[in-house]
């Protein structure tokens, strides 16, 4: 850093975002512990925790099963008309 005062301090270095003007080394210090920076600083990494474990996955099931079911429909009642016609259609035994 170099000791001229006062100099122009912006929120994460960037330029768009509204700077403040600092007037001495103490100033300076308290605005960048609040993550401002000069232009064309970068911030310093953050050193960061390693990600967590992913949990473990439950053992894949297989979908439960319906006991099978006979694909065999009920006969269906006949229609009074039919009933007629095939009664007319047999011989009567006498």
Not at 7 to 22: K, W
Not at 73 to 90: F, M, Q, S, T, V
């Amino acid at each position: 850093m170099s000791n001229t005062y006062p100099r122009m301090l912006y929120p994460g270095g960037d330029a768009t975002a509204r700077g403040v003007l600092v007037a001495n080394e103490d100033d300076e210090n308290r605005r960048r512990d609040n993550g401002y920076l000069r232009l064309g600083e970068k911030a310093a990494a953050k050193p960061t925790k390693p990600a967590a474990p992913e949990p473990p996955k439950p053992a894949a099931t297989e979908p439960e099963q319906k006991p099978a079911t006979p694909a065999v429909e009920p006969p269906k009642a006949a229609k009074p008309a039919e009933k007629a016609k095939k009664a007319a259609a047999k011989p009567k035994a006498s």
